[in-house]
């Protein structure tokens, strides 16, 4: 389980922009589900971003008109007897506000005013369409989610990350059209925005440290690597000569069993284990001194038995550790403080 009041401070890290003032009262604020928090930062975003003005793109028109302008299309004149009607069919461009971001938007708040949030939420967000009137209607099931940011758009890049939250995650579609609130969102979902938390709060409250999702290289013997799959960290940690490899995992069930008997999942093991031999033969190749650790940081689940040990294993320490995100936020700060003050420390030993 996950206390909903941390995943606003999730998000919050992941997408820096929930800091600024127009957002911090929803930090006090109580919500009885995901959905209801994803829809009050959706509020604000956009009316937010009402005031600066919404984004605008050049989009492609075809349409008949009675005066030139772009390119006159014969065939489809033709086709169509516009000039029977003194008309031309013409293709343009024009720089509108009707974006495929403006669209994601207006369609992810269509489908959280079918729902069950509050009735007050959902006459804010229905106010706020009044200036996505010139926006066209697009089915969410059929949306393209990769984008490319720029100085001219990066403010709708967490507007664009909630409204994919709120479209894989927290909302179905029922058969009379209605749409219903997931209980909750998915593993998936929740496993990359528990990523980018992690490694967010490390770069903002860690600056002493270097954190990254660096790029890890193999270890090879000859020249040949064709076919071997990349190695990226979720979480790197360097300081100095020291290096901890975390790699987060959400899971249903934290640990595997077979027989009776539970143990940590042994892809996951294998992986980092992985990871930092070869960042190790990597360091060991510059002939400085170095110490590189692993972890595998599990999000906690209600199971009775949690995954908690630290291993030697050819040299190096691999820790196995749980997080709980259903306490107090400052709880939640503690535990990652300790994990960066436990490797980090001067005198860190293996715990």
Not at 42 to 55: F, M, Y
Not at 57 to 65: D, G, P, Q, V
Not at 108 to 125: E, F, G
Not at 274 to 299: D, I, P, Q
Request: with cysteine; glycine share 4%.
């Amino acid at each position: 389980m996950i206390c909903i009041q941390n995943i606003y401070h999730m998000l919050a890290y992941a997408f820096s922009i929930l800091s600024e003032q127009g957002y911090r009262d929803i930090a006090t604020e109580d919500f009885e589900n995901a959905a209801e928090l994803c829809a009050a930062i959706l509020e604000r975003g956009i009316t937010s971003q009402v005031k600066r003005g919404l984004g605008r793109e050049y989009t492609s028109r075809i349409e008949a008109l009675s005066s030139l302008r772009g390119k006159v299309e014969i065939t489809e004149s033709v086709k169509t007897q516009a000039l029977l009607r003194r008309q031309t069919v013409c293709s343009y461009d024009e720089f509108s506000v009707d974006s495929r971001m403006n669209r994601i938007i207006k369609a992810t708040v269509a489908a959280l005013v079918r729902s069950d949030i509050s009735k007050a939420r959902k006459k804010s967000l229905k106010k706020l369409m009044v200036y996505f009137a010139d926006v066209e209607q697009i089915d969410l099931q059929h949306v393209i989610w990769s984008m490319r940011y720029d100085r001219s758009n990066r403010t709708y890049r967490m507007l664009i990350a909630v409204c994919w939250l709120i479209a894989k995650g927290l909302l179905q579609t029922q058969a009379d059209g209605g749409v219903r609130m997931m209980d909750f969102l998915d593993e998936q979902r929740m496993c990359r925005l528990y990523e980018k938390f992690l490694l967010e709060y490390y770069r903002r409250e860690h600056p002493e440290l270097d954190a990254s999702a660096s790029y890890i290289g193999w270890a090879l013997d000859g020249g040949f690597s064709d076919m071997l799959p990349t190695m990226k960290s979720d979480i790197m940690l360097t300081q100095h000569h020291r290096v901890l490899i975390i790699d987060a995992k959400y899971y249903g069930h934290t640990m595997q069993q077979q027989f009776d008997k539970r143990t940590i999942h042994s892809g996951n093991l294998y992986q980092i284990f992985t990871y930092v031999k070869n960042k190790e033969a990597e360091l060991a190749a510059t002939g400085r001194s170095h110490e590189v650790s692993g972890m595998l940081l599990y999000a906690k689940t209600d199971e009775e038995i949690q995954p908690d040990g630290t291993y030697r294993m050819s040299g190096n320490r691999i820790s196995v550790k749980t997080l709980d995100l259903n306490q107090p936020f400052e709880n939640i700060r503690a535990q990652l403080d300790a994990i960066a003050e436990t490797h980090f420390a001067k005198d860190a030993v293996a715990v």
